[in-house]
């Protein structure tokens, strides 16, 4: 779980609220909008241990050490209700695509009752926009009037898609996107160290739970680093056969290369423009492509990948495709 301090950045409505779930007055519909990635869930989840945490010191709360704590971490606190679509409160939901009204009418039952371990229960709603009409407007009431000690968290990427009674029974809290520099401070918080942080704001471009997500994926960094290594590694018309053979029956992860190429090109020209570091080392050519190259460089290493990305579509052979993608960027790096 993420210290709620790490989101400070966000803006003065969100340090309110954090002070305000820890002195245990906080409002009883909260409404976290935002794009996806910009860690609306992150938030609602430490809210709700700040909400049920037994600490009685409110400045440290959520403390993670008391017995609320870790069951809330673990998302087996018994007073912790969290609807999302797939897995549902009602295991004989049918619909399984969206939040159902069953789930609804099980979650009102749970809050009517006393609570497990105190006399509160958070109901977090995960993509709140995935309620059916029949669910939304089942909630209405119990949202209007929640039972005492009852706190409804609804995170929704697009506000259009709810009842505007919904909307207008929530306090609004919109998310913003993150800078890298907030990304990389809320890794390193949480024990990545530095240069894998930076890496990851990097790639999670302005996305705090795509950073927090491939920070600790040793499975996305090797592959970034294979990818790296082989396609732009090379130094002879001969190792491209030897990459391209490699590579030939991973068509299905030709977007993720794409991406990652993609990464690399684009930092390389923010450096060059001076906007910022280009995170790890690239091999040796590349690193002084980056320092010589102009737009027009920049312009066909673009190209390039479009090209290729528009031969996949038009199902040309994989192996071929990588073939004249390494070409070109080795042609454009010897230039
Ligand atoms: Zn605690």
Redesign the pocket.
């Known amino acids: 779980m993420i210290p709620l301090e790490s989101f400070l950045p966000q803006g003065e409505a969100v340090s309110a609220l954090i002070q305000q779930a820890r002195e245990n007055r906080m409002t009883h519909g909260l409404l976290i909008s935002g794009e996806a990635g910009v860690g609306k869930w992150s938030l609602a989840w430490s809210l709700a241990a700040a909400l049920l ?3 009685p010191d409110a400045g440290v ?6 017995k ?2 870790m069951e809330v971490a673990a998302l087996t606190h018994p007073d912790l209700i969290v609807l999302r679509k797939g897995e549902h409160l009602d295991p004989a939901a049918e619909a399984k695509t969206v939040i159902p009204v069953d789930d609804i009418k099980a979650m009102i039952g749970m809050v009517s009752l006393q609570g497990f371990q105190g006399n509160k229960h958070i109901v977090i709603i995960r993509h709140a926009e995935d309620m059916n009409q029949a669910a939304q407007n089942k909630l209405l009431k119990t949202l209007e009037e929640p039972p005492e000690g009852t706190h409804f968290l609804l995170t929704c990427v697009n506000a259009d898609q709810l009842l505007p009674t919904i909307v207008s029974r929530c306090r609004p809290l919109k998310m913003h996107p993150w800078g890298d520099r907030d990304v990389m401070r809320v890794l390193t918080e949480n024990g990545i160290d530095s240069a894998r942080a930076q890496q990851a704001a990097l790639d999670a471009g302005g996305s705090f739970g795509k950073g927090l997500r491939i920070a600790g994926d040793e499975e996305y960094w090797h592959f970034r680093e294979e990818v790296i290594q082989d396609f732009l590694g090379g130094s002879s018309r001969s190792g491209i056969l030897k990459v391209s053979t490699k590579w030939k029956d991973r068509k299905d992860e030709a977007e993720a290369i794409f991406t990652v190429l993609d990464q690399c090109f684009s930092r390389m020209a923010h450096r060059r423009l001076g906007l910022g570091s280009t995170g790890a080392a690239l091999p040796p050519p590349w690193e002084k492509f980056s320092q010589r190259a102009e737009l027009p460089d920049f312009i066909k290493l673009n190209e390039a990948l479009t090209l290729a990305r528009k031969r996949v579509r038009s199902q040309v052979q994989f192996q071929t495709v990588i073939e004249q993608l390494i070409l070109t960027l080795m042609e454009a790096v010897d230039k």
């Open positions: 945490c037994e600490n709360k959520p403390c993670g050490k008391c609320a704590c």
